[in-house]
C-alpha cells in the first residue's frame, strides 16, 4: 500500500452551472484524507455534497458539473494528471466503490458471479478460469454460506441483502486498498443494514481503508476511526470518532448526534433545513443556535482545534479556549 495514503483530497472545488449563466460552487475548498489502512466516515445531510466527493475520487466529476479547484490523489496518483485509460485501472483497482443501488452495478442479462469474474479478469489480468475461481472466493468472503447459490443467480433474482453483498465482491474485484461505500446500507432493513456494516468492518481489518458515507451518525460510529462532518459542500468539523461522540464541537454536529440519538425527528437529520445559507458568512448561520452578528459577516475558516481535530466555528472555539479544562488540576 503507498506510503502517501489511500485518498488525498486537496482545496476541491466542484461548481454546477446556473439558470443566470453562472457557476453556484457545490463543493467548497474541501480537504480530506485517508490514510492507508484507515476508517473515514463522511457524514452530512442530503445536498451536502457527500456522493460528489465519492465521485471526484474516482475522477468522475461529469458535466455540467466542474472541478474549479484541488486535486485528488489516489495512492498518490494525481488524478488530473493520469491519463484516461490509468484511470479506468484506478477505478476498481485502487478504489472499490459499494453504492446505495446494487441493481445499478450489475447487468440484469449475465449472473452476478459472471459479471465479478470479468471485473476480476480486467483488473488483474488473470485467466477466465482463474477470474471464475477468485470471483467465487470474493462471493465467499462477502456471502458468507450462500456464495455458490450468489454467483449463478441473475441480478433480479437475488434479495436487496444479497445484492449489496455481490456488489461489495464487485468492488474488491481489483484488490483495492481503498473501500467507498456511499449509503450502502439505506435501502435495507435495519438486520441486513447491521450485517453489511459487519462486512464492511471485516473486509478492512485487515489494512484497506474505508471511506464510508451516510447521513446518518448512527450508522457510522461502531466502525471508523475518524468522522468527517460535511455542511453545504464544507467541511465544518474532523475528528477521531470517540473525541466526536464524546465532545462534539460544531453546532452542526452537535444537531447530528441529536437526531442519530433520536432527540430530533430521525428524517430530519437527512433532509435540508429551511431557508439559503448567508452569502457573506457562516453557511450553517440561518440554523444556528449560537450564531452572533460576525457569523454573518465573514466566512469562519477551518481551523485545527487539537492535534487530530478541525472546527469550521470560531464562537465555539472561543467558548472551548475559556472554558476551563477538567483535567487541570486546581479547576474543580
Ligand atoms: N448533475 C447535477 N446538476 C446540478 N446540481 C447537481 C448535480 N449533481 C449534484 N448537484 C448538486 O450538488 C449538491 C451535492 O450533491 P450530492 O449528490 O453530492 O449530495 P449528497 O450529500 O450525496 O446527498 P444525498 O444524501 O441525497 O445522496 C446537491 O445540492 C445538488 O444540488
Ligand atoms: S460560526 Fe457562528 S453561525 Fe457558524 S456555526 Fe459557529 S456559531 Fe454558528
Ligand atoms: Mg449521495
Not at 181 to 202: F, G, N, V, Y
Amino acid at each position: 500500500m503507498a506510503p502517501e495514503g489511500a485518498l488525498a483530497i486537496e482545496g476541491l472545488t466542484v461548481e454546477f452551472p446556473t439558470a443566470d449563466g453562472g457557476w453556484r460552487p457545490v463543493l467548497r475548498s474541501v480537504s480530506l484524507a485517508v490514510a492507508a489502512g484507515e476508517r473515514v466516515a463522511l457524514v452530512g445531510e442530503s445536498g451536502s455534497g457527500k456522493s460528489l466527493i465519492a465521485l471526484a475520487s474516482l475522477g468522475l466529476v461529469a458535466a455540467p458539473g466542474r472541478v474549479a479547484a484541488g486535486r485528488v490523489r489516489v495512492a498518490g496518483v494525481d488524478l488530473a494528471e493520469t491519463p484516461a485509460a490509468r484511470l479506468r485501472r484506478i477505478r476498481g483497482g485502487a478504489i472499490g466503490l459499494v453504492f446505495q443501488e446494487p441493481a445499478s452495478a450489475f447487468n440484469p442479462v449475465f449472473t452476478a458471479g459472471f459479471q465479478i469474474a470479468e471485473a476480476v479478469r480486467a483488473h488483474r489480468g488473470v485467466s477466465r478460469s482463474e477470474a471464475g475461481a477468485i470471483a467465487r472466493r470474493l462471493l465467499e468472503t462477502t456471502a458468507v454460506d450462500r456464495a455458490s447459490e450468489v454467483a449463478l443467480a441473475y441480478p433480479h433474482q437475488l434479495s436487496g441483502g444479497q445484492l449489496q453483498r455481490a456488489m461489495v465482491a464487485l468492488a474488491l474485484a481489483g484488490d483495492p486498498g481503498l473501500l467507498i461505500a456511499d449509503e450502502p446500507t439505506t435501502a435495507l432493513d435495519l438486520e441486513t443494514q447491521a450485517r453489511i456494516l459487519e462486512l464492511l468492518r471485516r473486509l478492512t481489518d485487515a489494512g484497506r481503508a474505508l471511506l464510508l458515507i451516510s447521513h446518518d451518525l448512527a450508522v457510522v460510529a461502531g466502525l471508523v476511526d475518524r468522522v468527517v462532518v460535511l455542511f453545504s459542500g464544507e467541511v465544518v468539523e474532523s475528528a477521531p470518532t470517540g473525541e466526536l461522540f464524546g465532545r462534539p464541537l460544531h453546532p452542526y454536529t452537535r444537531w447530528l448526534l441529536a437526531a442519530a440519538e433520536g432527540a430530533v425527528g430521525g428524517a430530519a437529520a437527512a433532509t435540508r433545513g429551511d431557508g439559503e445559507p448567508s452569502a457573506a458568512g457562516c453557511r450553517y448561520a440561518h440554523r444556528c443556535g449560537l450564531a452572533q452578528p460576525g457569523c454573518l459577516r465573514r466566512p469562519p475558516p477551518l481551523e485545527a482545534v487539537g492535534p487530530r481535530r478541525t472546527l469550521r466555528c470560531p464562537v465555539v472555539r472561543d467558548q472551548e479556549r475559556a472554558a476551563p479544562s477538567p483535567r487541570e488540576p486546581g479547576n474543580g
